[in-house]
């Protein structure tokens, strides 16, 4: 079977490192995405990956504990450089070849964000975990998702999730909840679905970037997607 993805930007968040924990880094989580991406890595697949920091702290609630917004999203950005050291730990130890690139210049952690770098690395079969963002206070991992895979010219975001797709409601709250299988950018946004922050999502629509939300804790997942079977929800420009 012919792979129908060769570049992607996988987007995981920072609570899904938590494992069952209230808050920090599950080493188990670390070592089932380690495995995940070595699938993906050895059928040829080249992977960008964006972390979120909410395992460790979250910009948004900043305000709550009495630290002002942009230095919280700063805090946050910097979440996001621990977890991808971690991830990168992992991935290294399984002889995996990563770059660790930050939006937040760190000479002795990580290499700054240049783009025709970041690609090379790519089509050497190295992962490039982009960490910090996009370096500037109010914007999300998600926008540095959307930001990245647009620059990279992957071929698609996934954004792994606890839940299997995309449906008309909380389908944690709501059982009568329907999935879709696949839906537009226009759909999503005329029925107010979650699914990326605005500008994120703006940014996908507006360059044609396609994203499945998928259930990123069933191990097939990944690699089905992959050879184009039918997974999770594909969100495109095209009508569902």
Known sequence: MALKYRRVMLKLSGETLMGDQQYGIDPKKLQYYSQQIQE?????????VVIGGGNIFRGLS????????????YM??????INGMALQSTMEQQGIFTRLISAIEM???????????????LEKGRVVIF????????????SAAALRANEIDADIILKGTRVDGIY????EKDPTAV???RISFKEVMRKGLQIMDQAAFALCAENNMP??????????????????????????????
């Open 179 to 181: 999935k879709y299988d």
């Open 211 to 240: 994203i499945i939300v998928f259930d990123v804790n069933e191990p097939t997942n990944l690699r089905k997607i992959m050879f184009g079977e039918n997974v999770g929800t594909l969100v495109t420009n095209e009508k569902g």
């Open 76 to 81: 946050g950005m910097l979440a996001t450089v």
């Open 131 to 142: 960490s910090a963002g996009t370096g500037n206070p109010y914007f999300t991992t998600d």
């Open 40 to 48: 993906l890595i050895d059928i040829g697949v080249e992977v960008a």
């Open 62 to 73: 900043a305000s709550q504990s009495g630290v002002e917004r942009t230095q919280g999203d």
């Open 107 to 121: 000479q002795q952690i990580a290499e700054p964000y240049i783009r025709r770098r970041a690609i090379r690395h």
């Open 168 to 171: 008309t409601a909380d389908p």
